[in-house]
């Protein structure tokens, strides 16, 4: 099973989707959290959001443990994730880690929950 939560910032997406996930036992994604993990990646590295091939190769080489780390809530890694996901190429390679996940949900969940701008529309297609 997989639940999409599409939604624009702030409508509760994030609230909701770990409620299912728990209640439910599933795996849950923030996918705005890879958006800012590649931000604060580059932050760390001392580069801008607008550095695009640099944008593009942290996606593909994501870092997971940038996932946990607190100042990925940051105002100013939000404001670097909002660049960078105009970045086709970022979205692109972004668009592979989501769908992995989805398939195959970690931790031997039976499903997951995805939670985004664009999870119904793009990444979890009836046929992705
Ligand atoms: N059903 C709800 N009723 C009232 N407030 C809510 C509800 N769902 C979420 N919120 C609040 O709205 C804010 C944004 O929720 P969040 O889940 O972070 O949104 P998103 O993940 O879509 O950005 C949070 O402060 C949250 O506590
Ligand atoms: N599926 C997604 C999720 C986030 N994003 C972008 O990533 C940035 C960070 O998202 P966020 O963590 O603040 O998530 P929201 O609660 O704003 O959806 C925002 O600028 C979003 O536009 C995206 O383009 N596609």
């Not at 599409?6 to 795996?27: Q, V």
């Not at 780390?69 to 880690?97: K, W």
């Not at 195959?104 to 990444?123: F, N, W």
């Amino acid at each position: 099973m997989i639940i999409a939560m599409d939604g624009p910032a702030a409508s509760g997406k994030g609230t909701l989707g770990r409620k299912l996930a728990e209640k439910f036992d599933l795996a849950y994604l923030d996918t705005g959290a890879l958006y800012r993990a590649v931000g604060l990646g580059l932050k760390r590295a001392g580069h801008g959001p607008e550095d695009a091939d640099r944008a593009a190769h942290a996606a593909k080489t994501l870092d997971p443990d940038l996932l946990n780390d607190p100042e990925l809530r940051s105002e100013q890694v939000g404001h670097m994730a909002s660049i960078i996901a105009a970045n086709p190429v970022v979205r692109a390679n972004l668009l592979a880690f989501q769908r992995d996940f989805a398939r195959h949900p970690p931790s031997g969940k039976a499903g997951a929950v995805l939670d985004g701008r664009d999870i119904g529309t793009v990444v979890c297609l009836m046929r992705m």
